[in-house]
Nanobody
Framework: QVQLVESGGGLVQAGGSLRLSCAAS????????VGWFRQAPGKEREFVAA????????LYADSVKGRFTTSRDNAKNTVYLQMNSLKPEDTAVYYC??????????????WGQGTQVTVSS
């Protein structure tokens, strides 16, 4: 089992920044890739970014490329999502997940509880 706990969400004005954290624990969590997804009310869950614990390039959705950056701190077993130049359309519940690292939410086995991000115009 892998446990994931997100934190760092909140309310921010358009153009502002937030950093989300995803703390991981449990057996063999480092063998998984970590993905970030978001879900706005009435919409399907959407891929945001993915990263490997072991390093290498990250993957981003076109809608966040150049504004969001995902990184990891292996010593703290934590993955981060730095979100800059936020837009009202970024408003959603953000989830981190552990799994295969693709853009498809069905590729992920373990999910955090989610954290709300609200961007005001």
């Amino acid at each position: 089992q892998v446990q994931l706990v997100e934190s760092g969400g909140g309310l921010v004005q358009a153009g502002g920044s937030l950093r989300l954290s995803c703390a991981a624990s449990g057996r063999s969590f480092s063998t998984y890739k970590v993905g970030w997804f978001r879900q706005a009310p009435g919409k399907e869950r959407e891929f945001v970014a993915a990263i490997r614990w072991s390093g290498g390039s990250s993957l981003y959705a076109d809608s966040v490329k150049g504004r969001f950056t995902t990184s990891r701190d292996n010593a703290k077993n934590t993955v981060y999502l730095q979100m800059n130049s936020l837009k009202p359309e970024d408003t959603a519940v953000y989830y981190c997940a552990a799994g295969g690292g693709s853009i498809y939410h069905t590729d992920y086995n373990y999910w955090g509880q989610g954290t709300q991000v609200t961007v005001s115009s």
